[in-house]
């Protein structure tokens, strides 16, 4: 079998972008691949945390993972910081990346703002990352379009270490979902659908209260036309809300556009908010019967020894091929 890994940030609250974006592949994937989840937590540190948050935050992450539908059974979730290899592997591609390749990283000059005081894992983070997926000998990595530029480096960094000591990583391939993998802003249909906005009506988290949900739906950013049509460009508000529709009942965008023909806006999220009540209710149910469970505790632990297991492996030929004692 190929084998999947995906890492996400126990930072903000998990939105429904982030889902339907990425995390809903997960539950696919984990009857197609050998797949490894991990929740990166060392990525979270780039930036000032509240430590008592980070940890807490660490575990909802988890169970949330779980309450999706993943069946730990069949996938190996673990924490980024039960596995010591990720940080020793990071440093030993750190001397193989190039200070070039880091300055192109676009996400640094979003977050960092060019900031004197910006920490300076925040500029190497993204060959952590890399480390992230060469330790598993990674085939194919679900991302979104704005994680390219990042496994493109991790590419490079690998090619070149095969090159420059021993074949040892495998190259990974990007597994993009075909739509969906760019959830816009409710508030601002033209900008990605982010959990760090300065606004909550830019989002709609998985455990979101269901009077909010509506409440958010609502007051989406559409336009003056009341005409239901797909046009990200010219109706962007309008096309996401399609989007999300489509995804989640899993209809084609066009016989969409077909049924509301006719409607107006007020029909088209007042339908939204229902199904997406619909959808999200079972998960946050799962979610509040795990997250407080030893049974969390045991699968993590689990989930940390396999993958350690592999990373070390990995990490030993990485050493072995640069003359590391």
């Known amino acids: 079998m190929e084998r999947v890994l995906s890492g996400v940030q126990p930072t903000g609250d998990i939105h429904i972008g982030n889902y339907l974006g990425a995390m809903r592949q997960f539950v696919q994937l984990q009857n197609e691949a050998d797949c490894y989840f991990c929740i990166v937590n060392l990525h979270a540190i780039t930036v000032p945390r509240d430590p008592q948050e980070l940890l807490q935050k660490t575990y909802d992450l988890a169970a949330l993972h779980l309450a999706i539908g993943l069946d730990p059974d069949k996938v190996t979730l673990f924490v980024q910081s039960e596995v010591r290899a990720h940080a020793e592997a990071a440093w030993l591609l750190q001397c ?10 676009i996400q640094f000059k979003e977050k960092g703002k060019g900031s004197e005081s910006a920490v300076a894992g925040l500029f190497t983070y993204p060959v952590l990352q890399a480390a992230d997926i060469l330790l598993y000998q990674a085939n194919r990595v679900p991302i979104g379009e704005d994680q390219k530029q990042h496994l493109e480096l991790t590419r490079e960094v690998a090619e070149r270490f095969n090159r420059d000591y021993q074949d040892v ?71 996401n809300l399609l989007v999300m529709n489509s995804l989640l009942t899993q209809t084609p965008i066009h016989t969409l556009v077909q049924q509301y023909e006719g409607e107006g806006y007020g029909r088209l999220k007042k339908d939204l908010i229902e199904i997406m009540m619909d959808h999200l209710t079972p998960i946050q149910q799962k979610y509040a019967e795990i997250r407080q469970s030893e049974e969390l505790v045991r699968i993590l632990k689990n989930g940390a020894e396999k993958a350690n297991a592999v990373a070390e492996d990995t990490l030993r030929k990485m050493k072995d091929a640069m003359g590391i004692v």
């Open 96 to 105: 193989v990346a190039r200070m070039g390749e880091l300055n192109r990283m």
């Open 169 to 239: 990583l495998k190259i990974p391939e990007p597994l993009i979902g075909k739509v969906g993998a760019r959830i816009m802003a409710l508030d601002q249909p033209e900008k990605k659908m982010s959990k760090s906005a300065d606004s909550d009506f830019n989002y709609i988290t998985l455990l979101e209260d269901p009077k909010r949900i509506e409440k958010k739906l609502k007051r989406a950013v559409t336009d003056s036309e009341n005409v239901i049509r797909y046009d990200p460009e010219t109706k962007p508000g309008v096309s």
